[in-house]
Nanobody
Framework: VQLVESGGGLVQAGESLRLSCAAS????????IGWFRQAPGKEREGVSC????????YWADSMKDRFTAVRDSASNTVFLQMNKLKPEDTAVYFC????????????????WGQGTQVTVSS
């Protein structure tokens, strides 16, 4: 299984980024893909997840109104559109795979990408 994140970068507060998670080596349609983030000195936290059937979950109200996660079966990719970014969104963003359903506990996920850095300046 290989998960490759891309799309991170340095932006100013209020701007947008779209992250991509390209998956290979697994039956994409049978897996949920979760997005997590980790800021320096903080624990990894859940951002969003898309189940194998395409249902999306957001694990924080502060993200639900600004972030949108969708999966594209044609390209085996899950996208995370992040709008109105804030300095507190600065973190390394990871995607991870787990069969079928989404779980907020990141320990449930066995396969992870290498992460992509998102930095939001004020």
């Amino acid at each position: 299984v290989q998960l490759v994140e891309s799309g991170g970068g340095l932006v100013q507060a209020g701007e947008s980024l779209r992250l991509s998670c390209a998956a290979s080596g697994l039956s994409f349609g049978a897996y949920a893909i979760g997005w997590f983030r980790q800021a320096p000195g903080k624990e990894r936290e859940g951002v969003s997840c898309v189940t194998s059937s395409g249902k999306t979950t957001y694990w924080a109200d502060s993200m639900k109104d600004r972030f949108t996660a969708v999966r594209d079966s044609a390209s085996n990719t899950v996208f995370l559109q992040m709008n109105k970014l804030k300095p507190e969104d600065t973190a390394v963003y990871f995607c991870a795979a787990v069969p079928r359903w989404c779980y907020s506990d990141y320990g449930t996920y066995n396969d992870w990408g290498q992460g992509t850095q998102v930095t939001v300046s004020s």
